[in-house]
């Protein structure tokens, strides 16, 4: 029991409702930083136009500047979708849903239906969606109820189809009381990389990145559990993928990036970008060629953009210096 207990206080807390170890370790470091809206800041400009969220509004950057394109009232997570649109969740207070949005925010269609009527707790939480690079299928991490155990409360990664009804697909098998699977990752292939969480022996939570190819089969690991790695990103031609590495540590993560061999389910010898920092949420440039990722940029201070080339040492860039973005939303980097 002492185990299930740890697992779902520290892995739900920290992946299904919002990762605050981020925010906590960030707090605990005592900087009290003035936050601005991204629409009241400049920036060093980036080549395309990418999407980030900050109090629960997701913003639009081009050509140096931000553009609120939806209220602030609980969006997060946005993705690519088919035909120029995003994906994003919508969370409220005791759920969370997923919907399709244009590029300026108005909201096409709801993909999923997470309120029930009757008491609370039958409700869902949907969170990181990603859709599949045929644009056919949106991958989320979902929590399937246990009539057993009401206690039990792991995410799983479900698939549904975007433009049609279907009855979602369970894609992985999470280890009980760990809190579940996270942040898929669907390949070209039809395969998935993700992260899964495991507790040993000592109670202790690990993370890894993972593999499947295809639903419900057990899949391999593609990172040890001492690397404590998790959000992983993997780059437009599919041979590298960024991820987040904690290597045991609570107070800081660094930013990871191994070649990917797709053929024999591996990955290189990871290569560090980024030390030394709280890092979060990867993402690849259109072109693969540069990686933004959020991390403060003062002791205790908010989230903010920053981008790395991956083959030039001394490249790492903050891009913002004065934000607060939310450290689970990654950045949505398109292209024009």
Not at 135 to 140: D, E, H, N, P, S
Not at 187 to 209: C, E, F, M
Request: hydrophobic residues 40%; charged residues 15%.
């Amino acid at each position: 029991m002492k185990r299930w207990l740890i697992g779902t206080g520290l892995v739900v807390a920290m992946v299904a409702f919002g990762i605050g170890i981020y925010h906590t370790a960030a707090a605990f470091k005592g900087d009290h930083s003035v936050l601005r809206r991204p629409t009241a800041i400049t920036a060093s400009p980036l080549p395309g136009t990418m999407y980030v969220v900050q109090g629960g509004a997701v913003y639009r950057f081009q050509h140096g500047s931000f553009q609120q394109i939806t209220a602030g009232d609980g969006w997060m997570q946005p993705a690519a979708a088919p035909d120029g649109q995003l994906v994003a969740v919508k969370r409220q207070a005791n759920y969370s849903d997923l919907y399709l949005l244009s590029t300026s925010g108005r909201q096409m269609a709801q993909l999923t239906h997470n309120s029930t009527p009757g008491s609370v707790e039958s409700n869902h939480w949907a969170f990181y969606p990603r859709v599949s690079p045929d644009g056919q299928t949106v991958f989320y991490a979902f929590d399937p109820k246990d009539p057993y155990n009401e206690y039990r409360v792991d995410l799983a990664i479900f698939a549904s189809r975007v433009s049609t009804a279907s009855r979602p697909v369970d894609w992985t098998q999470p280890n009980q009381f760990t809190g579940g699977d996270v942040t898929p990752v669907p390949l070209k292939d039809g395969g998935l990389i993700y992260t899964k969480y495991s507790i040993d022996a000592q109670s202790q939570v690990h993370s890894q990145v993972w593999i499947q190819r295809r639903a419900g089969s057990t899949g391999v690991a593609l990172t040890s559990p001492a690397l404590g790695c998790t959000q992983p990103a993997i780059s437009p031609d599919e041979k590298s993928v960024a991820m987040v590495c904690n290597r045991g540590s609570s107070q800081s993560a660094e930013l990871d990036v191994a070649a990917f061999d797709a053929a024999s389910l591996a990955l290189g010898t990871p290569t560090t970008l980024v030390t030394g920092q709280l890092v979060a949420s990867p993402a690849f440039a259109p072109d693969g060629k540069t990686i933004a990722f959020l991390a403060p940029s003062t002791h205790g201070g908010g989230f903010q953009l920053w981008t790395v080339n991956p083959v030039v040492a001394g490249s790492v860039r903050d891009i913002t210096t004065d934000l607060g973005l939310d450290s689970t939303s990654a950045p949505v980097w398109l292209p024009g």
